[in-house]
């Protein structure tokens, strides 16, 4: 009977865990939006003889110093979203704090820190360096063997919260209260998604704007956002976005506005010649749907991962920066 009663206990820890956030996400402090990547699975949908990008000269002597290249280590990406007060600030209307997950060499890293940072804070056991940039501080600790967390937020209070949340790290449903209201409107297997007012990188003048087109969406508004594989359609990866509007007479209205901005990128986007971005552009708002269901708006659209590979073939230059390169990026 014991035996199986901790087996019974067992397999419900499992499906707990199986239904919770990421781990990385669920150390997120409180938040406007939060937006999270799983690059393992991302990297396989891409091509993986490409060329790594040619990198700034900043970015090489960390990666010299440290071990550490991001672009191959870094596995998790979990990063909240936080509006400033004053738009005009350091921080510009948005401020960040991430918890990263991936190979980290803790005693490089450790140097590296110490030898940037202006000063140094020992909180709940953990050291938290203080590294000045561009008018801002920005926060770094190593919070586990393979996680660092980053903020730079104004106050200290954003990446606390990050170590405090480390400690109850093996709750399942631990987290922000953003997670807790919206991390079930995901969909299962998402690579990438986010939540919250996500718009807010994207925001100008009080609306949301991507690829140059203005959506009929203030900054404020709540979204769920989702990048999840179409298994049945070999490397397709389904995109979707869905509004949670104040009420369905505003989804209702939201919806046909949407319905007529596509048609009209559609128009816009027609003439561009081919090339992989414009061919991925044209592809996912040929394909995009746009649906009403009460008081949401869902915004459905594909792309084939091989697309998306020649963008990241044509972005990525061959070879890596040499010694001219880096006096120019200076």
Same mark, same amino acid.
């Given at each position: 009977?014991? @035996? $199986?009663?901790? #087996?019974? !206990?067992? +397999?419900?820890?499992?499906?707990? &865990?199986? =239904? /919770?956030?990421?781990e990385a996400a669920r150390l997120l402090p409180e938040s406007d939006g939060?937006?999270?990547?799983?690059?393992?699975?991302?990297?396989?949908?891409?091509?993986?003889?490409?060329?790594?990008?040619?990198?700034?000269?900043?970015?090489?002597?960390?990666?010299?110093?440290?071990?550490?290249?991001?672009?191959?280590?870094?596995?998790?990406?979990?990063?909240?979203?936080?509006?400033?007060?004053?738009?005009?600030?350091?921080?510009?209307? @948005? $401020?960040?704090? #991430?918890? !990263?997950? +991936?190979?980290?060499?803790?005693? &490089?890293? =450790? /140097?590296?820190?110490?030898?940037?940072?202006?000063?140094?804070?020992?909180?709940?056991?953990?050291?938290?360096?203080?590294?000045?940039?561009?008018?801002?501080?920005?926060?770094?600790?190593?919070?586990?063997?393979?996680?660092?967390?980053?903020?730079?937020?104004?106050?200290?209070?954003?990446?606390?919260?990050?170590?405090?949340?480390?400690?109850?790290?093996?709750?399942?449903?631990?987290?922000?209260?953003?997670?807790?209201?919206?991390?079930?409107?995901?969909?299962? #297997?998402? !690579?990438?998604?986010?939540?919250?007012?996500?718009?807010?990188?994207?925001?100008?003048?009080?609306?949301?704007?991507?690829?140059?087109?203005?959506?009929?969406?203030?900054?404020?508004?709540?979204?769920?956002?989702?990048?999840?594989?179409?298994?049945?359609?070999?490397?397709?990866?389904?995109?979707?976005?869905?509004?949670?509007?104040?009420?369905?007479?505003?989804?209702?209205?939201?919806?046909?506005?949407?319905?007529?901005?596509?048609?009209?990128?559609?128009?816009?986007?027609?003439?561009?010649?081919?090339?992989?971005?414009?061919?991925?552009?044209?592809?996912?708002l040929a394909t995009t749907e746009v649906n009403q269901r009460r008081d949401?708006?869902?915004?459905?659209?594909?792309?084939?991962?091989?697309?998306?590979?020649?963008?990241?073939?044509?972005?990525?230059?061959?070879?890596?920066?040499?010694?001219?390169?880096?006096?120019?990026?200076?």
């Open positions: 009977m014991v @035996v $199986a009663a901790v #087996l019974i !206990l067992l +397999g419900v820890a499992v499906f707990l &865990r199986s =239904k /919770a956030p990421p939060i937006i999270y990547i799983n690059f393992r699975p991302v990297r396989a949908f891409l091509r993986k003889d490409m060329q790594p990008p040619a990198r700034v000269a900043d970015y090489q002597q960390f990666v010299d110093a440290t071990g550490i290249d991001w672009e191959r280590d870094l596995d998790q990406a979990a990063i909240a979203l936080h509006r400033m007060a004053n738009p005009n600030g350091p921080n510009g209307p @948005v $401020a960040y704090s #991430l918890v !990263l997950v +991936g190979r980290v060499d803790g005693n &490089r890293l =450790k /140097a590296w820190l110490a030898a940037h940072a202006e000063s140094e804070e020992t909180y709940a056991g953990r050291t938290i360096y203080s590294i000045p940039s561009e008018g801002r501080t920005v926060r770094v600790a190593q919070i586990g063997y393979d996680m660092v967390a980053v903020s730079n937020t104004p106050t200290p209070e954003q990446i606390h919260s990050i170590i405090d949340r480390r400690r109850t790290a093996a709750l399942p449903f631990a987290g922000s209260t953003l997670l807790a209201h919206h991390y079930h409107d995901v969909p299962l #297997l998402s !690579l990438a998604w986010g939540v919250g007012q996500i718009g807010l990188p994207f925001s100008e003048s009080g609306a949301i704007q991507i690829f140059g087109f203005r959506l009929p969406l203030e900054d404020g508004t709540t979204l769920v956002a989702s990048v999840t594989p179409m298994l049945r359609l070999g490397a397709e990866l389904r995109l979707r976005v869905e509004e949670i509007a104040p009420n369905e007479q505003t989804a209702q209205s939201q919806a046909a506005a949407l319905n007529v901005l596509v048609n009209l990128a559609r128009g816009f986007t027609a003439p561009l010649g081919p090339n992989p971005a414009n061919d991925a552009l044209k592809q996912v949401r708006v869902v915004v459905t659209a594909r792309v084939h991962s091989e697309q998306l590979a020649r963008i990241a073939e044509v972005e990525s230059p061959k070879g890596q920066v040499t010694a001219g390169d880096e006096g120019a990026s200076k």
